[in-house]
């Protein structure tokens, strides 16, 4: 599976952003496809997931109700909105995906990543 993440950009606090995670190859064996993030000098986070059949998600606590992740199986994509940025929402954003089910938050789960797509996010 190859993942291509993109839709980041400069906005300013209380814009929005979604982003974008294209996915091919083996999409077959896809069953989560999940969204981190890592700021400058912290470790990679967990954001959110989704089932990519069924469509069930869930989020860290820290961006519940602002964000949303969703995905399109015709197109192959898995998409993040994130809506009410913040300064401290500022990093790069990576797009993963694991061909077991079920919702995880640590990186060694997932099998595949994006090539992460930089948000940054102005007082």
Excluded: H
Excluded at 80 to 95: G, R
């Amino acid at each position: 599976v190859q993942l291509q993440a993109s839709g980041g950009g400069l906005v300013q606090a209380g814009d929005y952003l979604r982003l974008s995670c294209a996915a091919s190859g083996r999409t077959f064996n896809i069953k989560t496809m999940a969204w981190f993030r890592q700021a400058p000098g912290k470790e990679r986070a967990f954001l959110a997931a989704v089932t990519w059949t069924g469509g069930r998600t869930y989020y860290t606590g820290s961006v519940k109700g602002r964000f949303t992740i969703s995905r399109d199986n015709a197109k192959n994509t898995g998409y993040l909105q994130m809506n009410s940025l913040k300064p401290e929402d500022t990093a790069f954003y990576y797009c993963a995906t694991r061909s077991g089910s079920g919702f995880y938050t640590f990186e060694s789960e997932y099998d595949y990543w994006g090539q992460g797509t930089q948000v940054t996010v102005s007082s």
